[in-house]
């Protein structure tokens, strides 16, 4: 009896221990000045892992290059990748736990987490480096989040006209609209551009989370007899709709679109062959005559099997490079006592930074929306991107 | 307080209700996971009605659980004495139905979400008040005579009507009270998180749902409070090289608990110190 | 009592239900050829103690010895392919599949003797023959039983235990069926009924032990136990 | 018409597979009285253990052989845990359903997390191959009819085995009364694993199919499936075998008209407003309850 008594009780102070013990870890940790801590609250596990896989893939190989060339300001960086899966109260918890200590954050990836994370850095004042996602999502934030994209309303429309412009004979288009995220806002944005050349866009072809099967969606969209295909839905499904046009007997490949968002491994890995001569944009050109540029290429491939870097793969490697050229600039110390304004030193700097030479372009920043941010446009022959246009 | 503790302390008492409403019509041997579908509702109705309307918080809470019990209440009339997975049916694609409504609703964000709901003072207090008041209620509902007929329904539904135990009505009231629960932390969530996506409300929360009510123990309301302070501990507790597996380990976990100990970590025989009452041998 | 050859005997057992102990040191014998019942009222222990033998309780302690050999930490189906088989309480069947298939399941352990086995069945229970492609769970009540001791039957057991073959019958179904159990045992077979209804069990056994709460109470030839007020007032109405 | 008709054929070919699922998925509840949520996790390791063969040999023999018996030893790895379960509760199929689900996610988990990087694995077209049929719009590829003869084929041999053979009878009369089972003399437990293994081949063979049909498999493809085979099953009338046949055509049938003429994004909710109103009118499912 009194065994089976104690044994009820002890699990409730198992609890109670675990939570001192993890509340002591917290209490513990210090603010070390001797190197440039940065976390990265990544999604490096659960469904989109392998997005978080290469994100911070290039964070690091940007941190490396740094401490190479001898650190910032005589410090190393060194960036914290912190996993929150796809996981709201992961994010949160993380989050809060950086808040404490961090000068900048860099993340969080998912945009679950986005939603759920950003508004407790935006409480402490703390800078978040988002540079994954739409314009949509960072600037609910402002001023505490930058968006690395311009406002999608503005950015796509020139990149879908410029593809219909090389297609005079394409005057009707459809599109595959898969509804997650901010891709029914892209989607928009894509029929815009097209709108403005002329081209008639016929009904949307909505794509289930869940399919499995794709030649229904296929049919319907071949029912109205179009012209053009633009496909608006994750990397898998892109590349099974393409498999499934090509069965059905769609020739001419470079009238099929794929978006931004699209154009990752996935693609490649589901695509195969079937993906020759389709049309991609993206915000990389692939054979842009940087050696920076193409020596990160190279690294990339090196790392992943031979696969091109993807539209995300540089984006958090400008974003570490645009975090020391702020620390360098604004002349940060790091010291804890001053965190506070030394985070909107930060902020201020990146939100406005003026001629920063990212791995891609040279960025203008006014208010935290890049200015003269380009996308370029692709056709792929032989697994290989060719460049086809590129719109400012 | 630290912040990380805060936001512990937080989802924990969430999930707990949220285990509770879980536990509830189990006790009748349904897995009613129409609690999930309510929570997504009232905390986008929470949401919306604070950011737009400017509603107080006492007031939404009221609502939300309002909301909660009508929900229950028109689908308990057909699922009041369904079988387990009937009703497990009706949970899952329930949840799918209110996803896919609020996905195709512009007002409330579509697919990108509902962001800026406002923050409320003590928030967490008054979470953990709740908690009391809710725990102390299913205590209530556990030692009465209501809880005892459903542990006679859970063991044998024959037995219970010949015992003249009105199976639909136990079984509408358990539902009815759960789903109550679940809007009430449906509003909770919203002004804790301070935003609403539909990627909240997916197959993983059900399945970690699942693991608090398992792992903890379903004969008692007590293994939840303790196995959403492990679940939501082990991610933060153990380095990040574990952390990212924690799926596993749950999953691991939950199969381990239902081999060494299927009552879950605290079962009844537990907590008496005696044989259970009943064995579980449905012949 | 004339030593006989035993083709079960059991020693000691014992069955408990959790903290129930159904079964209390229970000695018992059955010779080759014999007819033993056993008698006793609802809850006596009678029924733990036919499915302890058969393996599907598990005795707490004591042997089970089946011509010779331990049987009572064998599996059941073991138990079954050595020539053991229980005809249960409450005629249960395989409803959804046809008489048919019911016989040849009973022939699990027996399948090289099938037709023979089944023709023997028949002469039997005429009734099977007829209704032989009908779905089993439409047969009456009696028709049920008949079925349920067809398809024990078909394994060719050396030993049969019966359990309350009367429970929920009417008396002329009773009758026959003991009638039939009665002939079977004039040809050969040995059987182990456990029965309710003493005075059907006393009359047709040569044997008979009655079981009070777990124990065997008394123990003797049914010819004499008929006679033994004792018996009579406690389970032959007194009359 | 056109389209009416390319559209049945694809719903017809999605549906063969949801039937081989939900075949193999009633026979674990009838036999082994256990709801085995991680069947469809089963089906996708096993599809991508035919991608792994692949990358090694050409020799499509060896590949089935491969992804049948990564299935096979699966399912029956997983009979001892589901034995331990039913045999310290009875038989409580919702503790064999929360175990199934633990382990729907350790394998989902370590699929995204160890196999090709966790991106989705795509077939090589010589497996999948091209059209066999076509008429403008109305085509016939190698996978479907893969999948539509190998369903059918799979499934008649299924019931054969079920209806005309011992063994057959065997897993019937266990499913029906495991009691009398018992009685007769069945060996319950060596049958459970047959029944086991049974069920793995089907697996394998359905994991064969349907990565001929749709030419690819992801991590969570499992995950999207198993809740389609629960409904279905649930719809019918759990354990109802002929049932399932019927539901798990109509299924795939439905799903493809859904996609293919309703318009919105509703059509994904379309089938689920149609599950959850027929099983709210008839909780017991269209065709009846087995267990």
């Known amino acids: 009896m009194k065994n089976k008594f104690f044994r009820s009780f002890s699990l409730p102070l198992i609890v109670i221990g675990m939570i001192l013990i993890f509340s002591f870890n917290i209490w513990g940790q210090e603010v070390v000045v001797d190197e440039w801590r940065i976390p990265f609250l990544n999604c490096v596990t659960g469904p989109i892992a392998s997005i978080g896989e290469y994100m911070s893939w290039s964070a690091n190989r940007a941190a490396e290059e740094i401490n190479a060339a001898g650190g910032v300001r005589g410090k190393p960086i060194k960036i914290e990748i912190i996993d929150t899966g796809v996981s709201k109260d992961k994010a949160m918890e993380e989050m809060a736990k950086v808040v404490d200590w961090a000068l900048v954050v860099m993340g969080p990836v998912p945009e679950a987490c986005i939603m759920a994370a950003v508004p407790i850095a935006v409480k402490a004042g703390l800078f978040c480096m988002i540079s994954s996602t739409s314009y949509e999502y960072t600037v609910e934030y402002f001023p505490w989040t930058l968006s690395w994209y311009p406002p999608t309303e503005e950015k796509l429309p020139p990149i879908t006209a410029a593809w219909a412009e090389l297609h005079p004979d394409m005057k009707t288009v459809v599109q595959f609209v898969e509804y997650s995220i901010a891709w029914p806002p892209m989607a928009k944005a894509h029929a815009i551009g097209l709108e403005s050349v002329g081209v008639k866009m016929l009904k949307d072809v909505d794509v289930p989370t869940d399919a499995v099967m794709f030649e229904p969606l296929v049919l319907k969209a071949l029912a109205q007899n179009p012209d053009g295909i633009v496909l608006t839905c994750s990397p898998e499904k892109a590349a099974k709709i393409i498999i499934e046009l090509e069965k059905k007997g769609w020739e001419d490949k470079s009238k099929i679109l794929v978006f931004s968002s699209a154009d990752d491994t996935a693609l490649y890995t589901t695509g195969g062959k079937s993906l020759d001569g389709i049309s991609i944009y993206n915000y990389i050109n692939l054979y842009l005559d940087d050696p920076r540029w193409q020596a990160f290429r190279e690294a990339y491939k090196k790392d992943h099997n031979g696969i091109e870097p993807a539209s995300l793969s540089t984006n958090y490697y400008d974003s570490v490079y645009m975090i020391k050229e702020a620390i360098e600039n604004t002349e940060i110390t790091g010291d804890p006592s001053k965190l506070g304004e030394e985070r909107i030193k930060i902020r201020d700097y990146c939100r406005n930074v003026k001629g920063f030479k990212g791995i891609q372009l040279t960025w203008d920043m006014t208010d935290g929306v890049p200015t003269g941010k380009g996308a370029f446009l692709f056709v792929l022959e032989n697994g290989e991107k060719k460049f086809l246009a590129a719109t400012k | ?283 | 009592m004339k030593k006989k050859n035993n083709i079960l005997k059991i020693e000691h057992l014992s069955v408990t239900y959790g903290p129930i102990k159904a079964v209390k040191k229970v000695n018992l014998e059955v010779s080759q050829g014999e007819y033993v019942s056993l008698i006793g009222a609802n809850g006596a222990g009678k029924t733990s103690l036919l499915k302890a033998i058969l393996g599907i309780e598990k005795a707490e302690e004591g042997n089970i010895l089946f011509l010779g050999e331990d049987i009572s930490r064998k599996a059941t189906d073991k138990i079954v392919s050595l020539g053991l088989c229980l005809i249960p309480e409450g005629h249960i069947i395989f409803s959804s599949m046809t008489v048919l298939e019911n016989l040849q399941l009973g022939a699990y352990h027996n399948p090289s003797g099938f037709e023979e086995n089944l023709q023997r069945v028949f002469t039997y229970f005429p009734i099977l023959k007829k209704r032989s492609s009908q779905i089993a769970g439409t047969l009456s009540g009696g028709e049920q039983q008949m079925l349920s001791m067809g398809r024990a039957l078909m394994s060719k057991p050396k030993l049969i235990l019966v359990d309350e073959p009367s429970l929920g019958l009417a008396p002329k179904t009773v009758t026959e069926i003991f009638d039939i159990l009665g002939e079977l045992n004039r040809e050969g077979y040995s059987i182990l009924l456990a029965e309710q209804n003493a005075k059907k069990a006393l009359e047709s056994s040569h044997r008979c032990y009655v079981m009070k709460t777990g124990e065997v109470a008394i123990t003797g030839f049914s010819s004499e136990l008929i006679d033994d007020p004792q018996i009579r007032q406690a389970y032959l109405g007194g009359s | 018409m056109e389209i009416f008709i390319a559209q049945l054929i694809s719903g017809i070919a999605l549906g063969s597979i949801y039937v081989l699922l939900v075949t193999g998925f009633n026979l674990m509840l009838l036999v082994a009285k256990i709801i085995q949520f991680a069947y469809p996790q089963i089906v996708v390791i096993s599809m991508y253990t035919c991608w792994g063969v692949l990358q090694l040999t050409d020799n499509k023999f060896l590949v089935i052989l491969a992804g049948i018996t990564v299935s096979i030893i699966l399912s029956i790895l997983s009979e001892p845990i589901f034995r331990k379960i039913t045999s310290t509760q009875g038989v409580d199929i919702n503790a064999s359903f929360i175990a199934s689900m633990g382990m729907a996610m350790i394998i989902m988990d370590v699929m995204s997390h160890s196999i090709n990087y966790g991106f989705p694995v795509a077939f090589p077209p010589e497996w999948i191959g091209g059209n066999l049929l076509s008429f403008g719009l109305i085509t016939v590829s190698k996978g479907q009819l893969y999948a539509l003869m190998g369903g059918i084929i799979a499934v008649l041999i299924f019931f054969y085995l079920l209806y005309r053979t011992n063994q057959g009878r065997f897993f019937r009369a266990i499913a029906e009364n495991r009691y009398a089972a018992c009685l007769v003399g069945i060996p319950i437990i060596k049958t459970s694993i047959f029944s086991y293994f049974i069920v793995g081949v089907l697996g394998g063979i359905t994991a064969i199919l349907f990565s001929m049909l749709i030419g690819s498999a992801s991590p969570w493809l499992g995950e999207f499936v198993a809740l389609k085979m629960l409904a279905v099953s649930i719809v019918a009338g759990l354990g109802n075998l002929k049932g399932g046949l019927f539901c798990g055509l109509i299924l795939g049938i439905l799903e493809a008209m859904a996609m293919g003429y309703i318009s919105g994004s509703w059509s994904n909710a379309i089938a689920f407003v149609v599950m959850l109103v027929i099983v709210l009118i008839k909780p017991q499912g269209l065709f009846g309850s087995r267990i």
């Open chain 2, 1 to 283: 307080m630290s912040e990380v503790l805060y936001y512990f302390l937080g989802f924990t008492a969430i999930y707990i209700l949220m285990g509770w409403a879980l536990y509830l019509p189990y006790r009748v041997g349904q897995l009613h996971f129409l609690i999930v579908a309510c929570m997504a509702v009232t905390a986008y109705f929470g949401g919306f009605a604070a950011r737009e309307w400017g509603w107080p918080f006492i007031l939404l809470l009221l609502v939300g659980i309002s909301i909660g019990a009508i929900i229950a209440f028109v689908f308990s009339q057909a699922i009041g004495k369904a079988p387990c997975f009937t009703v497990v049916i009706v949970g899952l694609t329930s949840v799918f139905i209110v996803k896919t409504v609020i996905e195709n609703w512009e007002l409330l964000g579509g697919t990108i979400g509902f962001f800026h709901i406002p923050t409320v003072k003590y928030l967490l207090p008054i979470i953990y008040i709740l908690l009391l008041i809710v725990g102390f209620l299913i205590y209530k509902i556990d030692h009465s005579r209501l809880g005892r007929a459903a542990s006679v329904v859970f063991v044998d539904r024959e037995v219970a009507v010949s015992l003249g135990i009105d199976i639909k009505k136990l079984g509408m009231f358990f539902q009815i009270i759960a789903c109550a629960i679940a809007g009430m932390a449906g509003i909770l969530d919203a002004f804790f998180v301070n935003s609403v996506s539909p990627e909240f409300f997916t197959f993983s929360m059900i399945s970690y749902l699942m693991c608090i009510l398992f792992v903890g123990g379903y004969t008692t309301m007590w293994g939840v409070i303790l196995s959403a302070f492990i679940l939501q501990g082990i991610p933060l507790l153990f380095p990040s090289e574990v952390a990212s597996w924690r799926q596993v380990i749950y999953g691991a976990l939950l199969v381990i608990i239902i081999l060494i100990r299927p009552e879950g970590l605290i079962s009844r025989k537990m907590l008496w110190g005696l044989k259970p009452k009943f064995s579980f041998n449905n012949k």
